[in-house]
């Protein structure tokens, strides 16, 4: 992934998969390393939408009621 310093891990994985993977000479390190960033994107991006889901309903209810700042400028969506 990049040059970021790394860590020696133990792990423990179903015996199956990790003779497969082998025989299809798999990089674990490399795999596990592109899972785990997408695992750990996934949960921030959740976080973030907990942490600010009153903020972001607010939002919506102000475009609701007053519409978003460019609605005047926006030709295509006006009926003629």
């Known amino acids: 992934m990049s040059a970021l310093p790394k860590k020696a891990a133990n792990l423990t994985v179903r015996a199956d998969l990790l003779e497969e993977a082998r025989a299809r000479k798999i990089n674990l390190s490399h795999t596990l390393e592109v899972a785990l960033a997408a695992e750990l994107k996934r949960q ?14 607010a939002y919506g209810r102000f475009v609701e009621k007053h519409g978003v700042f460019s609605d005047r400028f926006r030709n295509f969506m006006r009926e003629s």
């Open 44 to 57: 921030r991006e959740a976080e973030w939408l907990e942490q600010n889901k009153e903020g972001i309903a």
